[in-house]
């Protein structure tokens, strides 16, 4: 079965660093792109960013840039989604998915990670 | 950034009715568009692709159409099960983005 499973809830304090994951599995991780998008309580879908390999740069939307970092190990057919230093906005529902190409469509989703981050 | 608009914010519908739900976009998108669903606590789900093309699995009561800046998704014959949020999203250049949703109520 294709499908991408992500890491647990995580409750942090604003300041502190966080990393969440996507692991694929049931299909070839290294021909796919990962997107990573955010849900904020009660809110609409936001575009995060994407990324293809691990030698690519990821691309960003301007409301996430330098906010935090993707990446990804293809060795462990997973993708990240890092914060250095988190912000109470930050809580939020985020999921990562993946699209076969730069011009697809996110055909499978992770089930999404929450992050509670408390002032 | 392109801006994508939806239209209604909100459906009240009953079973059995047709529903359109349209998405605008702020500049020419092609045909790179995409409908997802999503129901509470659940993560988003592909319906169509590249505008009009039915994701596997997905009932044929459901439709797309559109190109460069106006988009519809149309649902022929509401089902119980059709009860949900609806997201356009383009992916014609970064920053891919979403609409803000349009959630499809019980009349």
């Known amino acids: 079965e294709v499908q991408l499973v992500q890491s647990g809830a995580e409750v942090k304090k604003s300041g502190e660093s966080l990393q969440i994951s996507c692991k694929g599995s049931g299909y070839n991780f290294t021909t796919y792109w990962i997107g990573w998008v955010r849900q904020m309580p009660g809110k609409g879908l936001e575009w995060m960013g994407i990324?293809?390999?691990?030698?690519?740069?990821?691309r960003y939307s301007p409301s996430f840039q330098g906010q935090v970092t993707i990446s990804v190990d293809t060795s462990i057919s997973t993708a990240y989604l890092h914060w250095s230093s988190l912000k109470a906005s930050d809580t939020a529902m985020y999921y990562c998915?993946?699209?076969?190409?730069?011009?697809?469509?996110?055909?499978?989703w992770g089930q999404g990670t929450t992050v509670i981050v408390s002032s | 950034d392109i801006q994508m608009t939806q239209s209604p914010s909100t459906l009240s519908a009953s079973v059995g009715d047709r529903v359109t739900i349209t998405c605008r976009a702020s500049q020419s998108i092609d045909t790179w568009l995409a409908w997802y669903q999503q129901k509470p606590g659940k993560a988003p789900k592909l319906l169509i692709y590249k505008t009009s093309n039915l994701q596997g699995g997905v009932p044929s009561r459901f439709s797309g159409r559109g190109s460069g800046t106006e988009f519809t998704l149309t649902i022929s014959s509401l089902q119980p099960d059709d009860f949900a949020t609806y997201y356009c999203?383009?992916?014609?250049?970064?920053?891919?983005?979403f609409g803000q949703g349009t959630k499809v109520e019980i009349k």
């Open positions: 998915a993946r699209c076969y190409t730069y011009l697809d469509a996110f055909d499978i």
């Open positions: 990324i293809y390999r691990a030698d690519s740069d990821a």
């Open positions: 999203q383009h992916y014609n250049s970064y920053p891919w983005t």
